[in-house]
Nanobody, 123 residues
Framework: QVQLVESGGGLVQAGGSLRLSCAAS????????MGWFRQAPGKEREFVAA????????YYADSVKGRFTISRDNAKNTVYLQMNSLKPEDTAVYYC????????????????WGQGTQVTVSS
């Protein structure tokens, strides 16, 4: 089993940057692909980015491509989401999740979820 705890959220002005972290417990972290998702008020949870177990493959939603970067450090059991050029529409609760499959955008394929961290971008 994997437990996930996100951190790094906060309030930032449009155009600013934040780096989210997701710390995982368990010795098998490196065997899971990881994903970041977000959910804005009144909207469904949506895919943001995913990374393979080795970190060699990454995937992004079109809405964040070129602005966000996902990475991982298996020695630290941590996955990151660097968010640059933030926009008000990026405001949401951000969740990290782990999947035993290859990295993918489908929410239902993720086995473990964190509690989320709030990101608010002011205009």
């Amino acid at each position: 089993q994997v437990q996930l705890v996100e951190s790094g959220g906060g309030l930032v002005q449009a155009g600013g940057s934040l780096r989210l972290s997701c710390a995982a417990s368990g010795r098998t972290f490196s065997s899971y692909a990881m994903g970041w998702f977000r959910q804005a008020p009144g909207k469904e949870r949506e895919f943001v980015a995913a990374i393979s177990w080795s970190g060699g493959s990454t995937y992004y939603a079109d809405s964040v491509k070129g602005r966000f970067t996902i990475s991982r450090d298996n020695a630290k059991n941590t996955v990151y989401l660097q968010m640059n050029s933030l926009k008000p529409e990026d405001t949401a609760v951000y969740y990290c999740a782990a999947t035993s499959y290859t990295p993918r955008p489908e929410i239902r394929e993720y086995d473990y979820w964190g509690q989320g961290t709030q990101v608010t971008v002011s205009s």
